[in-house]
């Protein structure tokens, strides 16, 4: 086991038994607490199935944050990525009837498309006027939030609900369900082996990790920083406005409704920073994270623990395996460098054994 699972592990490990302790010193059931948590999420087929629709946004809006740090773009744009590309398949749902067999790949490009859109905005501001995208995407999260507001309040209002809302899409842009699972999850799997293979298994991945983790020797190393920069936030936004987008495709209600954004992007934010921007790590967590909000709810009507009790077990988790990372990999590191000296130490008392053995026989002919 590599020494970064280990790490992980090991917080992960010790975060749960924080919770514990907090959950006694407030006075709950601290066991059947948990034990109830994942009951509710991993220990039935609907429990599973519920956490696998759960994880479907948090495992694009995570790789969508692991590809903007991973490659030194600061893109916290993930909300307003979203939510346009959630409006945008909406809205393309809305206007079209075609075939599933045609509109469902559409939809799935409008929603890459538009997220990617979103995401170039603020890499152009920061190509053509030097502007920081630290702040522009996150600036352009509030203007994406304000202007689906206004479209669902105004033009794309259905009239037929006392709530903002667009209309239905048409049935032709839904998903299908399997025994629960609707097939977001599978699209969620295509673009995550598809963005691994990019990441960890193309030029262009390693030119991105390389900027990540020293962009002045990738520029001097001859990486086309600019470019690579902009792909990297086009990649970053079209997994963001996809997460968006399915949530229209493959959800209960098929139409944008005000809130739906939730907290699903700013939740791939901090699986991108738990997961250390690995790709593999990032969908495992967004995994563990969906089964701790799925069974946050069963926890609640089984012990009475409040659901959100699953935010701050979030919390600590990432204050855990964060803040503990260096240092768990330094214990690790002198644990392994004590047991390679101890191996070389017994080695070396053999050595001298056999030569001291060897001498004696010699003395003695």
């Known amino acids: 086991m590599s020494k970064n699972a280990l790490t992980a592990l090991a917080g992960v490990g010790v975060a749960l038994l924080a919770g514990l302790v907090i959950l ?46 991973g490659s030194n773009c600061v893109n916290l744009g993930q909300p307003g990525q979203f939510l346009i590309g959630a409006m945008a398949v909406a809205g393309f749902g809305i206007a079209c009837d075609l075939p599933a067999p045609v509109m469902i790949p559409l939809a799935i490009m409008v929603a890459l ?19 920081d995208e630290f702040i522009t995407t996150l600036m352009l999260n509030f203007i994406a939030d304000y202007f689906t507001l206004y479209l669902i309040s105004g033009p794309m209002w259905d009239r037929a609900t ?36 990019i990441w960890d298994r193309s030029k262009l991945g390693y030119e991105w990790r390389v900027m990540g983790q020293n962009s002045v020797f990738a520029r001097v190393g001859g990486c086309p920083s600019e470019a690579n920069f902009t792909r990297a936030m086009l990649l970053s936004g079209a997994l963001a406005g996809l997460a968006g987008g399915l949530m229209i495709m493959g959800g209960m209600q098929h139409r944008f409704v005000k809130g739906m954004g939730a907290n699903y992007a700013w939740d791939g934010v901090m ?95």
């Open 271 to 365: 699986i991108a920073i738990v997961a250390a921007n690995g790709m593999v790590p990032t969908g495992l967590y967004a995994l563990f994270f969906a089964a701790i909000q799925t069974g946050a709810m069963g926890m609640e009507l089984e012990t009475a623990v409040p659901s959100e009790f699953a935010l701050v077990l979030q919390a600590i988790i990432v204050l855990f395996v964060v803040a503990s990372r260096e240092s768990t990999r330094l214990l690790i590191n002198n644990l392994a460098a004590n047991l390679r000296a101890r191996a070389a130490a017994v080695g070396a008392a053999r050595e001298r054994g056999r030569g001291e053995g060897g001498e004696r026989g010699a003395s003695g002919h």
């Open 24 to 69: 006694w010193a407030q006075g709950y059931p601290a066991l059947p607490s948990y034990a109830a948590l994942f009951s509710y999420s991993l220990f039935s087929k609907f429990a599973i199935v519920s956490t696998l629709n759960k994880a479907t946004p948090l495992v694009l809006t995570g790789l969508s944050a692991a590809v903007g740090f």
């Open 113 to 131: 498309a538009a997220g990617a859109l979103w995401a170039g905005i603020a890499a152009g501001f920061r190509r053509r006027f030097n502007m």
């Open 162 to 197: 006392y709530s903002p809302m667009t209309k239905m899409t048409n049935p032709g842009s839904w998903l299908p369900m399997w025994d629960g699972l609707s097939a977001a999850f599978v699209v969620s799997c295509v673009a995550f082996v598809i963005t691994w293979v």
